[in-house]
């Protein structure tokens, strides 16, 4: 493969020979392989006329495209300002890149072109002249609607300084040599083929279950009533169309897909839900398996009471809903205002008075109102005591509980000592659990967007 570069035509005459390198295709020295080899011997004989790029002049590459090759020539001005040949390049096509439109194929010689000499033509002095016999690839710089390989062939396109320049056919000999392959035609090998045939397919059959289905469908209510509006050229539903409908004197089909009795509905949802190709699927998934060959009224009703209640699913699957258990209300027994209360501190409030926090105390079990004692960040459970007794003591009378968070203010041995020594109860809410002081808390919100 090192001498290809120098060889024209190098791919298609060696097709022959690259064919039979192929998986699967048996060895048969044909008279096209003999002859293949035998030119090939010629021209490895032959020393190769090609002239040596030189960077410091201009390069002109001609690319085109047949059915099965492309074919490119890499080309400079010899003394005599004739176009001389540096290297040739030949490539077939994949299957998949035979069915590109020609304006694809075209534009896909060129980019072969100059990925395989970009070493020569990326960042040369002086611009690039692609020369093509497609003149529909001119206009590949104005605005048009690209697809998505072609939005990729012009990115690439955009690394280089290059003018696409309109040669007839008759004048691109060279590159169009290289393109061409002579071999049978090949334009309808695409017809008439398969695409997935039936040995895809893994068809499994649990003949017991048809034959309790076959038993059962001839007596079952709706079968009967859906016979019956069949024959009348009605539909059982209104909303389904007659055609929906269909009874061969065993299976109703209802939208090409078979009706289940009641008696065997669970034996399907299981043999599909827990399949071990299955693997225990979701409702939607679930779903989805049986109704694209199974149908009952409120399928999806049973579908999803039946994964809901799986036990193996519940003690295997995470639970991407959890629960949330509902509030349980903190009682209360109070009879006076402010009898139980609950407590927080706001700060770092704007600096008002020489105060930058508030004391927020609600009355928790009865009025639920509010008494803000304005005070500083840094107060201790002295100050917090000064301030229960200037503003909620003095007006309402000693509290029987009091419900805060494990602020140091009210979790201290000294507030912990005086609620003891006055008789009232300290319920410290948990650690990273403020719903415990909701209502506090609740309040602070909209004291906050009230200031």
């Not at 011997?41 to 040596?52: G, I, R, T, Y």
């Not at 034959?211 to 009605?234: C, F, R, W, Y």
């Amino acid at each position: 493969n090192f001498y290809r570069r120098f060889i024209p035509s190098f791919s298609n005459l060696s097709k022959p020979l690259t064919n039979l390198t192929k998986k699967d295709v048996p060895w048969e020295w044909s008279p096209d392989c003999e002859s293949a080899f035998r030119q090939l011997q010629e021209l490895f004989m032959k020393a190769p006329v090609l002239s040596l790029p030189d960077t410091s002049k201009p390069f002109f590459v001609m690319a085109d495209a047949s059915l099965h090759a492309t074919g490119g020539v890499l080309m400079q001005k010899d003394v005599n300002g004739e176009l001389h040949p540096c290297a040739y390049l030949s490539q077939t096509f994949s299957p998949a890149e035979r069915n590109y439109d020609i304006y694809d194929r075209e534009l896909l010689a060129v980019i072969r072109a100059l990925k395989a000499w970009r070493h020569y033509l990326q960042g040369t002095s002086h611009p690039l002249t692609v020369m093509t016999d497609h003149k529909n690839l001119t206009y590949f710089r104005s605005p048009q609607n690209l697809t998505r390989r072609q939005a990729r062939w012009l990115l690439f396109l955009a690394d280089f300084d290059l003018t696409l320049e309109h040669v007839p056919g008759t004048q691109m000999t060279p590159a169009d040599a290289l393109s061409r392959y002579h071999s049978p035609d090949t334009t309808a090998d695409n017809q008439e083929v398969t695409l997935l045939p039936d040995t895809l397919f893994a068809r499994a059959i649990d003949f017991a279950l048809v034959s309790k289905i076959k038993e059962s469908t001839p007596t079952d209510p709706l079968v009967l009533s859906a016979v019956h509006a069949i024959e009348d050229g009605k539909s059982l539903f209104p909303r389904a169309s007659f055609s929906d409908w269909d009874y061969d004197g065993t299976n109703l089909l209802f939208k090409k897909r078979l009706y289940i009795p009641p008696a065997q509905r669970k034996e399907i949802v299981t043999s599909v839900h827990e399949s071990l190709s299955a693997g225990h699927p979701g409702i939607t998934r679930t779903i989805n398996l049986v109704s694209r060959d199974f149908w009952w009224p409120g399928l999806s009703t049973f579908v999803r009471n039946f994964v809901t209640g799986c036990a193996t699913c519940q003690s295997h699957k995470a639970n991407t809903h959890p629960s949330i258990p509902a509030l349980s209300p903190i009682p209360s027994t109070s009879t006076r205002p402010f009898q139980q209360v609950s407590v927080d501190l706001i700060t770092d409030l704007p600096v008002s008075d020489g105060f930058d926090s508030l004391m927020v105390t609600v009355d928790h079990g009865l009025t639920k109102g509010v008494i803000l004692s304005p005070c500083n960040k840094n107060i201790d459970a002295a100050g917090v005591a000064e301030l229960f007794l200037k503003n909620v003591y003095t007006r309402f009378g000693l509290h029987d509980k009091v419900i805060s968070d494990r602020g140091p203010q009210f979790a201290s041995a000294f507030a912990k000592e005086l609620g003891r020594l006055l008789d009232y109860d300290v319920s410290l809410s948990t650690a990273y659990h403020p719903q415990s002081d909701g209502e506090t808390e609740r309040m602070n919100q909209e004291v906050e967007t009230y200031l």
